[in-house]
């Protein structure tokens, strides 16, 4: 996945840049949000493509979870800019944990990936398609398991949600069009939270 990669590769770099003192706090909050901005709508485009909606389809109701996701996002960046300045290469930090915690912020793109897809592909099917990872019992019990979009949207499930049993850290599963039929009754609640 590209797309992922730029993301990654982005975070990746302002946190470096930060940690090892070629850039200050203001350059590091600036770079992200620009970054997170720009990449997670990229990641929505992505998502939403899949059912041949572009940017210029996008409805206000999906305008706005993309904003409030964008918003969330950046909330976080100040205390996190805080935590590199006091764990920088400066004060004998390590750069591994911060990057290691960085995976949580990357995994955002394929979630706004799926989120696209639930909230703009209506009555397309899709099928909850196992990630590389180990999963959690949320996770089993929706492989495999295919539902029109707007029903996954309806109960908000999706992979890398925070209310799956996993609560989505490590979550590498995905939501793919498939033509397989549909599951009868509504899917089964997630035991997270």
């Known amino acids: 996945m590209a797309g992922y990669d730029v993301y990654r590769n982005g975070l990746h770099g302002a946190i470096r840049g930060l940690w090892g003192g070629a850039i200050d706090k203001d350059q590091f909050v600036s770079r992200m949000n620009t970054h997170i901005s720009n990449r997670l709508r990229q990641a929505w485009r992505e998502g939403a ?3 041949d909606v572009t940017e210029d389809d996008m409805t206000e109701d999906e305008w706005k979870i993309l904003s409030d996701i964008v918003k969330n996002e950046i909330g976080y960046l100040s205390g996190y800019a805080d935590y590199i300045i006091e764990h920088n290469k400066k004060n004998n930090g390590k750069i ?12 955002r793109y394929p979630d ?5 897809k639930v909230t703009s592909c209506g009555n397309k099917k899709l099928i909850w398609v196992y990630g590389d990872t180990e999963h959690c019992s949320d996770c089993l019990k929706y492989n495999g398991r295919v539902y029109r979009a707007s029903t996954w949207a309806k109960y908000d499930i999706r992979p890398k949600n925070s209310a799956l049993e996993c609560h989505g850290f490590n979550c590498h599963c995905r939501l793919d069009i498939t033509t397989k039929p549909v599951n009868k009754g509504k899917p089964p609640a997630m035991t997270g939270g």
């Open 96 to 107: 591994k944990p911060l990057l290691i915690r960085a995976e949580m912020w990357a995994n």
């Open 112 to 116: 706004v990936v799926d989120r696209a």
């Open 49 to 51: 493509a899949n059912c």
